[in-house]
């Protein structure tokens, strides 16, 4: 099993910035897929961006030039650099885990964090 646990949310004013980290604990021998998600109050969930085996990005159209994640391979750890931020950033964002490789040989699929608030409010 994988556990993920976040950190790095809190209340910023608009046009501020906020870093998010979530390390990635278990038996794990690599990560495939890091990112991150957020969910507003009577809103789906969304990706907000992911990273592919520690190199190729994706991110949602409206994080783009604002947002950056990255990742530190050799400590399971994804973070999300939050620039610019603005009032409709407000949500709780989660870290996710995909095609998680086990020193036992085994696949894990679709690892959740806790979830982390952030609040973007003058």
């Known amino acids: 099993q994988v556990q993920l646990v976040e950190s790095g949310g809190g209340l910023v004013q608009p046009g501020g910035s906020l870093r998010l980290s979530c390390a990635a604990s278990?038996?794990?021998?690599?990560?495939?897929?890091m990112g991150w998600y957020r969910q507003a109050p009577g809103k789906q969930r969304e990706l907000v961006a992911r990273i592919i085996s520690g190199s190729s990005t994706n991110y949602a159209d409206s994080v783009k030039g604002r947002f950056t994640i990255s990742k530190d391979s050799a400590k399971n750890t994804v973070y999300l650099e939050m620039n610019s931020l603005k009032p409709e950033d407000t949500a709780v964002y989660y870290c996710n885990a995909d095609s998680v490789l086990f020193s036992s040989g085994g696949l894990g699929r679709d690892y959740w964090g806790q979830g982390t608030q952030v609040t973007v409010s003058s």
């Open positions: 278990g038996s794990i021998v690599q990560i495939y897929f």
